[in-house]
């Protein structure tokens, strides 16, 4: 898919997320994906209660995209990416960093932090992470596939570590795809 005009995106946050990552992530996004232009939405969505799956204890990421895409519609050429602190899964997955479909994307911050697993925390790391993870959601939203280049940013990570090796841009494979030199 060729991308080759603006892309407005509206971030938008669930729960309690952290204004200072939503101004992180407008900010930091159309550095990586210069066809972005990022704004943070003006007021706070809840995640669906049917998204919750109480023995796992995490929220359904599919039935959420399926929920912004009902309860968000954007212009053709708009994205949305919704951005949570609670733990996500897919039903064929333990667990997801995030999720796109359509035009619609969302990540969560639980698994990006390394208090997650159980070292101190360290900040730079976590906002690694989250770019990665927001522009590779937002990756798939312009049509991109996962990549097999392992430090392209559409690289699948099955775990942190995949996410800690990768850039955060696109290969030369890929912004070719979406039109960027």
């Known amino acids: 898919m060729n991308v080759s005009k603006i892309v407005d995106v509206e971030v938008l946050p669930f729960d309690d997320v952290n204004g200072e990552i939503l101004s992180f992530l407008s900010e930091e996004l159309p550095l990586h994906l210069p066809l972005l232009h990022c704004k943070t939405a003006g007021k706070r969505s809840e995640?669906?209660?049917?998204?919750?799956?109480r023995q796992r204890k995490q929220y359904n990421s599919s039935k959420i995209l399926d929920m912004l895409a009902s309860t968000h519609p954007q212009a053709e050429n708009g994205r949305i990416l919704a951005v949570t602190s609670h733990d996500l899964f897919v039903p064929s997955l333990n667990f997801v960093f995030g999720q796109a479909m359509s035009r619609y994307a969302i990540i969560s911050l639980t698994r990006l932090s390394p208090r997650f697993y159980?070292?101190?925390?360290?900040?730079?790391?976590y906002w690694r992470r989250i770019t990665k993870e927001a522009v590779h959601e937002l990756g798939h939203t312009?049509?991109?596939?996962h990549c097999r280049d392992q430090f392209c940013v559409m690289y699948f990570s099955n775990s942190i570590y995949d996410t800690d090796r990768k850039s955060s841009d696109l290969c030369v494979t890929c912004k070719r795809r979406i039109g960027m030199r």
């Open 47 to 53: 995640l669906p209660m049917d998204s919750y799956d």
């Open 118 to 125: 159980g070292l101190s925390e360290d900040v730079d790391i």
């Open 142 to 145: 312009m049509g991109l596939p």
